[in-house]
């Protein structure tokens, strides 16, 4: 989308150029032979998948990660050529969308390898698509343990031909835990096995963004970062690996301003009284945009460069900030609810420990009614403090 002439009040502007940085940070860390699959799923964290997925197919990216049909479906449609993997939600009745639109799927039972390989066989077509072990995550994934059932189902397959033999971990961030070592373990076994039998030359994989960052081992054929291209981590700590360049920037503008007098109530429920004469300003911004409602007396916003505390209830459409101590508050002046003002930054981690959750859930949350808008300009550095450049009508300070 691009920006129109006067836009909304409340948005996301995506710095692409932080994608590519981080894109980058990735190559760095895995190095040339190592293969990067984007993973682009949940709209990008938020950014907007094809918007981000163009970018990063750009960069060279050749591989992309959805969590579902539909997700790869969108991305088809919008004329994205690279090769799609369907990570989560694969059902027989896709079958044909899979064939039609050219996704692969995860398989990760023998009941969807057993559909794929029928009706690859019934429609003569070749059905790619990476097997999905379940190495400790207990969530999908064929099991090391049932290995002798299906093991030899895989030297039957004709029609499905594997790309890939992947697993997932469950504590990538703790790299030395008994839990990731155990993965790592029964991976490299199972792994073993299927290659002596003469199958599975496919390439291997299993890092997400924190596997990249701290488990250099868990790198094997290809990674399939996420969070880590859009600058966020899922768990502060891995934020010392490597210099991330957070790609988004939710702001909004101050919508009223009003004073209050000492013992005044703030939005519903009264859960914040005022203990002075108090200067508070009403955002168009609430929990149905995402802002959420756990954010409620525990987050701040930037103003002028300055930190104003969310006041009261975070309410469906309207949130308060008191803003007495910040000199000069204008209507309209920008509000910067997530990422960098005049120097200032809230970043998504911080929200996220606000709000009692981690920056995926936080990104993800921002309702899809809030535009993006993108900033592509390659030859800027990478920074998110030039909101004046696409939006005229920025207050200055
Ligand atoms: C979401 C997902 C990823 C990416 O995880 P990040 O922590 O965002 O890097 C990788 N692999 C699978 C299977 C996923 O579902």
Same mark, same amino acid.
């Given at each position: 989308m691009?920006?129109?002439?006067?836009?909304a009040?409340?948005?996301?502007?995506?710095?692409?150029?932080? !994608?590519?940085?981080?894109?980058?940070?990735?190559?760095?860390?895995?190095? &040339?032979?190592v293969?990067?699959?984007?993973? @682009?799923?949940?709209?990008a964290?938020?950014?907007g998948?094809?918007?981000?997925?163009?970018a990063l197919?750009?960069?060279?990216?050749?591989?992309?990660?959805?969590?579902?049909?539909?997700?790869g479906?969108?991305?088809?449609?919008?004329?994205?050529?690279? &090769?799609?993997?369907?990570? *989560?939600?694969?059902?027989?009745?896709?079958?044909?969308?899979?064939?039609?639109?050219?996704?692969?799927? +995860?398989? %990760?039972? !023998?009941? !969807?390898l057993?559909?794929?390989e029928?009706?690859?066989?019934?429609?003569?077509v070749d059905?790619?698509c990476?097997?999905?072990?379940?190495t400790?995550?207990?969530?999908?994934?064929l099991?090391?343990?049932? #290995?002798?059932?299906?093991l %030899?189902?895989l030297?039957?397959?004709?029609?499905?031909k594997?790309?890939?033999? $992947?697993?997932?971990?469950?504590?990538?961030?703790?790299?030395? =835990?008994?839990?990731?070592? *155990?993965q790592?373990?029964?991976?490299?076994?199972?792994?073993?096995?299927?290659?002596a039998?003469?199958?599975?030359?496919?390439?291997?994989?299993?890092?997400? =963004?924190?596997?990249?960052?701290?488990l250099?081992?868990a790198?094997?054929? $290809?990674?399939r970062?996420?969070g880590?291209?859009?600058?966020? @981590?899922?768990h502060?700590? $891995?934020?010392?690996?490597?210099?991330?360049a957070?790609?988004l920037?939710w702001?909004?503008r101050?919508l009223?301003?009003?004073?209050?007098?000492?013992?005044?109530?703030? =939005?519903?429920? *009264?859960?914040?009284?005022?203990?002075?004469?108090?200067i #508070?300003?009403?955002?168009?911004?609430g929990?149905?945009?995402?802002?959420?409602?756990s954010?409620?007396?525990?987050?701040?916003?930037?103003?002028?460069?300055?930190?104003?505390?969310? +006041?009261?209830?975070?309410?469906?459409?309207?949130? $308060?900030?008191? +803003?007495?101590? #910040?000199?000069? @508050?204008?209507?309209g002046?920008?509000v @910067?609810?997530? *990422?960098?003002?005049?120097?200032?930054?809230?970043? &998504?981690?911080?929200? &996220?420990?606000?709000?009692?959750t981690?920056?995926?859930?936080i990104?993800?949350?921002?309702?899809?009614?809030?535009?993006?808008y993108?900033?592509?300009n390659?030859?800027?550095?990478v920074?998110?403090?030039?909101?004046?450049?696409?939006?005229?009508?920025?207050?200055?300070?």
């Amino acid at each position: 989308m691009s920006p129109p002439t006067k836009p909304a009040e409340t948005c996301c502007l995506v710095d692409l150029s932080a !994608l590519r940085a981080n894109l980058g940070t990735v190559r760095r860390l895995v190095g &040339a032979r190592v293969e990067i699959l984007a993973v @682009v799923k949940a709209d990008a964290y938020g950014h907007g998948d094809v918007e981000s997925a163009r970018a990063l197919c750009d960069e060279g990216v050749r591989r992309l990660g959805v969590a579902t049909v539909a997700e790869g479906v969108r991305l088809r449609e919008s004329g994205i050529e690279a &090769a799609i993997l369907v990570l *989560g939600s694969v059902y027989p009745g896709d079958t044909v969308s899979l064939v039609r639109y050219s996704l692969d799927p +995860v398989v %990760p039972n !023998l009941d !969807l390898l057993r559909h794929l390989e029928a009706f690859g066989a019934e429609h003569g077509v070749d059905i790619p698509c990476h097997l999905k072990l379940d190495t400790g995550m207990g969530r999908l994934g064929l099991l090391p343990d049932g #290995i002798e059932e299906w093991l %030899p189902e895989l030297g039957r397959l004709r029609a499905v031909k594997l790309q890939g033999i $992947m697993s997932h971990f469950a504590k990538a961030e703790e790299p030395e =835990s008994p839990s990731c070592r *155990g993965q790592l373990r029964a991976f490299r076994q199972t792994l073993e096995r299927i290659r002596a039998a003469g199958l599975g030359l496919a390439p291997a994989h299993m890092a997400n =963004s924190a596997a990249v960052l701290g488990l250099p081992e868990a790198h094997f054929d $290809m990674v399939r970062p996420g969070g880590m291209l859009y600058g966020i @981590v899922s768990h502060p700590p $891995m934020a010392e690996h490597a210099r991330l360049a957070p790609a988004l920037t939710w702001k909004t503008r101050v919508l009223q301003l009003k004073t209050l007098p000492k013992h005044s109530a703030v =939005s519903y429920g *009264g859960t914040f009284t005022t203990r002075r004469q108090s200067i #508070i300003a009403t955002l168009p911004v609430g929990y149905a945009d995402g802002y959420k409602r756990s954010l409620s007396n525990k987050a701040a916003v930037l103003i002028r460069g300055q930190r104003a505390p969310v +006041v009261g209830r975070v309410t469906m459409d309207l949130t $308060m900030a008191d +803003v007495t101590d #910040i000199a000069g @508050v204008q209507p309209g002046d920008e509000v @910067v609810l997530l *990422g960098t003002q005049a120097g200032e930054t809230i970043s &998504a981690e911080e929200m &996220a420990g606000w709000a009692d959750t981690i920056s995926y859930e936080i990104l993800t949350s921002i309702s899809p009614h809030i535009p993006r808008y993108y900033i592509r300009n390659e030859a800027e550095p990478v920074s998110t403090g030039r909101l004046e450049t696409v939006l005229p009508n920025a207050p200055t300070k």
